[in-house]
């Protein structure tokens, strides 16, 4: 019987993938593309019933998304040393991982049975110590090794209106008091449903256009 929670048994073509943050070489190891990843993932999976929603496979952990690099760039921009630092869908987990560089206390977290297996190898080569915990926003009952962060960051989460109150509901559980988080989103038709989402919950939100070159990003900071 096959381990679906070995990254190996899917036949993923792989890539490694750099970013420069902070005047630091970080580098990554990845999926070769998304869409490019779909295939083999049904192949593996084939009709078999995992317990987990199908979507829940869909290999997006994988990539390094564009959002990523910029909250990267933020977190090297701030200090965070001493900080508790909660990365939401961390994919291959760049933001968490240069955090964890400049001495945050990190958890980084994703509900793709892959994504630890990335993260932790991605940590070691880059020669950081960051945790991993499964996390699925659906789960209201999650415990993390932190009760509350001061800095939560997510980049790329709002690709679908259903995540909306989800990623909502993560920032509400998890933010102190006193905390701040920072999202970086490639304006997705939903960023305006989250804004008021957020609003509604009582959290105050402030969303800035970011010089990213060709590719419009949107950088969102949070505080209550
Ligand atoms: C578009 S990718 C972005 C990955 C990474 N943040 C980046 O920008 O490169 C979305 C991420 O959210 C994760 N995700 C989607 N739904 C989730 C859920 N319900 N709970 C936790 N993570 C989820 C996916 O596994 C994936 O890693």
Same mark, same amino acid.
């Given at each position: 019987?096959?381990? =679906? &929670? ?8 792989? #890539? /490694? ?6 005047? !630091? ?5 990845a999926? $070769? ?5 779909v295939?083999?993932?049904?192949? /593996?999976? +084939?009709? *078999?019933?995992? +317990? ?17 690099v910029? =909250? #990267? ?22 933001p968490?991982?240069?955090?964890? &560089? !400049? *001495?945050?206390?990190?958890?980084? /977290? $994703? %509900? ?11 940590? *070691?080569? %880059? ?13 209201? $009952? #999650?415990? =993390?090794?932190?009760? !509350?962060?001061? *800095?939560?960051?997510?980049?790329? =989460? ?7 109150p ?8 998890? @933010? ?11 304006g ?19 969303v800035?256009? @970011? $010089?990213?070159?060709?590719?419009e ?8």
């Amino acid at each position: 019987m096959q381990d =679906l &929670s070995d990254p190996r048994g899917f036949g993923y073509g792989r #890539a /490694t993938v750099q970013a420069e943050i902070g005047g !630091r070489t970080y580098r990554l190891a990845a999926l $070769d593309g998304f869409e490019e990843n779909v295939g083999a993932v049904y192949r /593996t999976l +084939g009709g *078999r019933n995992t +317990g987990r929603d199908p979507g829940d496979w869909m290999p997006m952990f994988g990539v390094l998304w564009p959002g990523a690099v910029a =909250l #990267a760039e933020r977190v090297a921009a701030e200090d965070v040393a001493g900080l508790d630092v909660l990365e939401l869908g961390c994919g291959l987990g760049l933001p968490a991982i240069v955090a964890a &560089s !400049r *001495r945050a206390r990190v958890v980084a /977290t $994703d %509900n793709h049975p892959h994504a630890g297996a990335f993260l932790a190898a991605n940590a *070691r080569h %880059n020669g950081v110590e960051v945790s991993f915990a499964e996390l699925d926003w659906r789960d209201e $009952d #999650a415990v =993390l090794p932190c009760p !509350r962060f001061d *800095r939560v960051i997510a980049s790329d =989460l709002l690709y679908s209106a259903q995540l909306v109150p989800l990623v909502v509901g993560q920032l509400a559980r998890w @933010l102190a008091e006193d905390g701040r988080a920072w999202l970086v989103d490639p304006g997705r038709l939903a960023l305006p449903s989250f804004e008021a989402e957020a609003r509604r919950v009582g959290l105050q939100v402030e969303v800035d256009v @970011l $010089d990213e070159g060709e590719r419009e990003l949107f950088g969102i900071d949070i505080s209550w």
